[in-house]
């Protein structure tokens, strides 16, 4: 069972929907991020939490450390937003990320 | 403000020829550097790490090796590729004390 587990695998959606993706950890966490991976490859850092919910624009991520659990939302989503959202935990004395394998979105106008 | 520079951006080697990429980093010092890689199909997964110049951590047995010649600077190698190492490499570096990483635009590798 790998370490860090994302929900859904892919993920399509109208324009406008409300979206969100999950991923649940097995480790002990310094640190959970919520990265964006666009088709070129190049990765984006959306969101480092350790607590509670942090919100940017339309962005809205949340982690429950007891459950060792986090959600990422989309409100209103665009075509633009189309990537794979991968999750990440800081672990281990060095705090290296371990990786979720990603959620592939795709948002049809 | 700070940059993360990797080239080759695109990279066709045949079996069994060597590898070298690398990453620059500018307007820091002092960074942990990090080798990432993903391949087809799976996550990332870190390579290598680096808390300092000529220090070196691997996290996985491979055929590739890392060095930190210089502060901000950190190159993937290997001697003899193999069709396995096909993947796409992601150099990343963070503030020491801190979480958030900053990854730069990657190279994809091709082995034939």
């Known amino acids: 069972k790998n370490e860090v587990e994302q929900s859904p695998q892919n993920l399509t959606a109208q324009e406008g929907e409300f979206i969100t993706i999950n991923c649940s950890y097995s480790?002990?966490?310094?640190?959970l991020h919520w990265l964006q991976q666009h088709p070129g490859g190049g990765i984006v850092s959306l969101f480092m939490?350790?607590?509670g919910k942090k919100k940017h624009g339309r962005l809205i991520a949340t982690i429950n450390i007891q459950e060792k659990h986090s959600s990422l939302h989309i409100t209103a989503s665009h075509p633009r937003d189309s990537a794979v959202y991968i999750c990440a935990v800081a672990a281990g004395s060095q705090g290296n990320l371990i990786f979720g394998k990603g959620t592939k979105l795709s948002v049809k106008p | 403000s700070q940059t993360i520079h990797q080239w080759p951006a695109t990279l066709v080697q045949p079996v069994g020829s060597p590898l070298s990429l690398e990453c620059t980093v500018e307007?820091?010092?002092?960074?942990?550097l990090y080798w990432y890689r993903q391949a087809a199909g799976r996550g990332l997964q870190l390579l290598f790490y680096?808390?300092?110049?000529?220090?070196i951590s691997s996290e996985v047995p491979q055929n590739l090796s890392a060095s930190r010649p210089q502060d901000r600077q950190f190159i993937l190698s290997s001697k003899k590729l193999l069709l396995s190492d096909s993947g796409f490499y992601l150099c990343?570096?963070?503030?020491?004390?801190?979480?958030?990483?900053?990854f730069g635009p990657g190279t994809r590798l091709t082995v034939l």
């Open positions: 680096s808390v300092g110049i000529g220090q």
């Open positions: 990343a570096w963070r503030w020491r004390g801190t979480d958030t990483q900053y």
């Open positions: 307007g820091t010092s002092n960074p942990n």
């Open positions: 939490l350790s607590s």
């Open positions: 480790v002990g966490i310094s640190a």
